[in-house]
């Protein structure tokens, strides 16, 4: 299992410093749409450059344009990057394709996308499934559940799970065995993020040895 710190709404300067500090405790880091979406790849670039062993996800939420965007993403220094599962399926193997010729991963954002659709992208080699509750959805209130992860978990897919997920969703969470757990506010708006990230390594290494006993 991967935590990985989504890092939004902060300056490329908050991201560093917020990441230098919780470095130890985590496996992979998002540059968030957000992020994306005010500072460029920019972001991406400087988050590899100061964190080059780690891997970075560029959470470009891609659509359209899919042999551009990825592209951007790859040649900003991007491990990964994410595509929507509700894009068109011609947009989600592009995405695929250009991640393979560039030995890199895509992730497909399951936000609202159809059962049918899923279905396809649970078939594609190599893609991570993102089981994901939006923003708006937390904020409203809105109980969506961990849609399609109780579905996966008997096949051999590589889920990642995100969305509001906190110290006390962490050990449900977990007993999915994901790939990937995706941790944003828990994390960077915590009192002490170091002390909030050490406390999700420790239980995801918990789990790690629970699992192999
Ligand atoms: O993709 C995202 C927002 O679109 C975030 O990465 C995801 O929601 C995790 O952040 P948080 O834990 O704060 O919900």
Redesign the pocket.
């Known amino acids: 299992m991967n935590i990985q710190l989504?890092l939004?709404r902060l300056s490329i300067e908050e991201a560093l410093s917020i990441t230098k500090k919780v470095e130890p405790y985590i496996d992979w880091i998002?540059v968030?749409?957000?992020l994306i979406k005010e500072f460029g790849m920019e972001s991406v670039r400087s988050l590899k450059e100061a964190f080059p062993h780690k891997t970075i996800v560029a959470?470009s939420?891609t659509f359209d344009n899919a042999v551009y965007e990825f592209e951007l993403c790859f040649a900003a220094g991007a491990d990964v990057a994410t595509v929507l599962g509700t894009a068109p399926l011609v947009s989600i193997e592009a995405c695929m394709e250009t991640a393979k010729r560039h030995g890199k991963q895509v992730m497909i954002?399951l936000l609202n996308t159809s059962e049918e659709q899923v279905k396809m992208c649970s078939q594609l080699e190599d893609a991570i499934l993102c089981s994901?509750?939006?923003?708006d959805q937390?904020e409203s209130g809105e109980d969506q559940g961990r849609l399609h992860v109780p579905s996966f978990s008997d096949q051999q897919v590589k889920i990642a799970v995100?969305?509001?997920?906190s110290i006390d969703s962490f050990s449900e969470i977990a007993t999915y065995s994901p790939h990937v757990v995706?941790?944003?506010?828990?994390i960077?708006?915590a009192e002490d993020p170091a002390l909030a990230a050490k406390t999700f390594y420790e239980m995801a290494k918990q789990q790690k040895e629970n699992a192999h006993e």
């Open positions: 989504a939004d998002e968030g749409t957000s959470d939420k954002d994901h509750v939006s923003k937390q995100a969305g509001g997920i995706i941790i944003g506010s828990g960077t708006k």
